[in-house]
């Protein structure tokens, strides 16, 4: 499903999301916007959601130094499975 740089409809899957595979989370909020650093605007999203409780470590691959942020990952609805 993901692409040759870990996207899926633009939605990043960085590698410390696999630690989040196959566990139960309920879904804190529907993200529709969201503010892109990057491209220092706000921007619209669809079929994505944050998951509660599942957050940053700040070690990723992304960066060369660690983040301290905390921040919720993006999760698209596509990788996810409803549980009742």
């Known amino acids: 499903m993901l692409n040759d740089h870990d996207k899926y409809k633009g939605c ?3 590698d410390e999301m696999y630690e989040h ?6 879904v804190l909020k529907i993200v529709e916007n969201f503010y892109d ?7 619209k999203c ?5 998951l509660e409780s599942v957050v940053c470590s700040g070690r990723q691959r992304l960066y060369f130094v660690n983040c301290d ?7 698209h609805t596509a990788w996810l499975r409803k549980i009742k």
């Open 37 to 43: 650093e990057f491209k220092q605007k706000i921007c």
């Open 21 to 26: 595979c196959e566990k139960e989370y309920r």
């Open 46 to 50: 669809r079929d994505t959601v944050i």
């Open 69 to 75: 942020r905390n921040c919720f990952f993006f999760w």
């Open 12 to 14: 990043f899957f960085i």
